[in-house]
């Protein structure tokens, strides 16, 4: 009767979670087996269930059964909760510092209950991004390894582009900093001797708004 009630609750409660969170995958609900030595007398009332922990019903949880009949009591019981997504992983071993490239990475179905940095759920999450760590064959890639990978180095010669609607005018600059793409760095202006600020566009070019 308890695995029951706690199945119940737990699949109705993921169901909730993944639709209030839109969030798309499978679960995989597994009750823990109670002490076959407890004893729990009928209850003459419909048992109520509450999550006790965690905050979201992933991973290790504990649900609180409680019966508020005649004869009152609470069971707590443990459970299991695996939520499986398409996420992305390595395909081969890759280097610390080294830049992702399309053939690095691939989506594959993981447990995610137990991933608590961000994991990505798309390549293009991670293509072009620098590694901030070795990696392993097969290994999910999450926030923690990435960095914006640097496509102007302090010191390039670089084109800004200044817009205004659909007008652009171009001039010689010369980074003054570091930055990967749509990052914002410091530029000289090589005609007026002016430093700008500039969001980097692609290798050598940056732009900013007249």
Avoid at 91 to 120: C, H, M, W, Y
Avoid at 184 to 191: D, E, G, P, W
Wanted: glycine share 6%.
């Amino acid at each position: 009767m308890l695995i029951g009630v706690t199945q119940g609750f737990l699949e109705f409660t993921v169901e909730d979670y993944l639709a209030t969170s839109q969030t798309e995958g499978r679960y995989e609900i597994e009750v823990n087996q109670l002490d076959p030595r407890m004893r729990m007398p009928m209850c003459d009332k419909e048992l109520t269930a509450t999550l006790e922990s965690p905050a979201r019903p992933l991973g290790r949880v504990t649900v609180k059964v409680r019966c508020e009949g005649v004869s009152p009591w609470t069971v707590f019981v443990p459970a299991q909760v695996r939520l499986f997504r398409e996420i992305v992983t390595t395909t081969r071993p890759l280097k610390r510092a080294g830049i992702i490239e399309p053939q690095d990475v691939t989506l594959r179905e993981r447990d995610v209950s137990t991933i608590n940095q961000g994991f990505l759920t798309s390549v293009d999450e991670a293509i072009g991004q620098k590694l901030t760590r070795p990696t392993v064959a097969d290994q999910v890639i999450t926030l923690v390894h990435l960095e914006q990978a640097e496509v102007i180095r302090k010191g390039d010669q670089v084109v800004i582009t200044a817009r205004s609607g659909t007008l652009a005018v171009r001039m010689p600059g010369e980074a003054l900093a570091n930055g990967g793409l749509k990052e914002q760095i410091r530029v000289k202006n090589l005609n007026s001797q002016r430093v700008i600020k500039a969001q980097v566009t692609a290798p050598g070019q940056v732009e900013v708004a007249m």
